[in-house]
């Protein structure tokens, strides 16, 4: 579903993406957050946005994950992903935005940020593309370039990968990989 651009915008603003930044609750999981009687914090993953970040990787797109909660569960994804880029317990999103932005020399017009939340908002208003997931609140969705037809954690990452790779003309060349031809 695109919101606030058409289609030739979107397809512009996602070819120049060289950064994807990823809240995690409610962007990477459903935003439940679950705790077993001994405290321990569990989520949940969705196996097809893994996939859709290792293709990204294999392009040369940087991935980084901004969070305001800490969280040993994200440590561990991010690891298995290879996410080199992991900030938990941020209060302040934007500075380490624009940290992780000057250290890879990647402009804001070459980063995509997906939200699904108000605290998101800084960060997408700062990017080339911005985009919601599909039960984020109106006003995050009203601040989005595109927001996707899947909800976080349910594959509204591959979603957002899926139209990187395909404006950018690699989408065929990584399917490739799996169908032999």
């Not at 999103?93 to 992780?100: E, G, I, N, P, Y």
């Not at 595109?146 to 349910?154: A, E, I, N, Y």
């Given at each position: 579903m695109e919101k606030n651009s058409d289609t030739a915008d979107l397809s512009l603003r996602a070819a120049r993406i060289r950064l994807l930044v990823l809240d995690v609750d409610g962007v990477l999981t459903d935003g439940s957050i679950i705790y077993t009687d001994g405290g321990e914090e569990i989520k949940r993953f969705h196996v097809r946005d893994?996939?859709?970040i290792r293709l990204l990787q294999q392009a040369g797109i940087e991935v980084a994950l901004i969070t305001g909660r800490q969280s040993q569960a994200v440590a561990h994804r991010a690891q298995n992903l290879k996410i080199a880029h992991?900030?938990?317990g941020v209060r302040d999103?934007?500075?380490?935005?624009?940290?992780?932005q000057a250290s890879?020399?990647?402009s804001a017009l070459e980063t995509a940020v997906m939200g699904d939340d108000l605290v998101d908002l800084i960060l997408m208003r700062?990017?080339?593309l911005?985009?919601?997931?599909?039960?984020?609140p109106r006003e995050v969705k009203d601040s989005a370039h595109?927001?996707?037809?899947?909800?976080?954690?349910?594959g509204a990452v591959r979603e957002l990968c899926e139209l990187v790779l395909q404006a950018k003309g690699l989408w065929e060349v990584l399917l490739r990989t799996y169908t032999g031809s």
């Open positions: 893994g996939l859709g992991v900030f938990q999103k934007l500075a380490v935005l624009r940290s992780v890879l020399g990647i700062q990017a080339g911005a985009v919601a997931v599909a039960d984020a595109w927001v996707t037809s899947l909800g976080g954690g349910r």
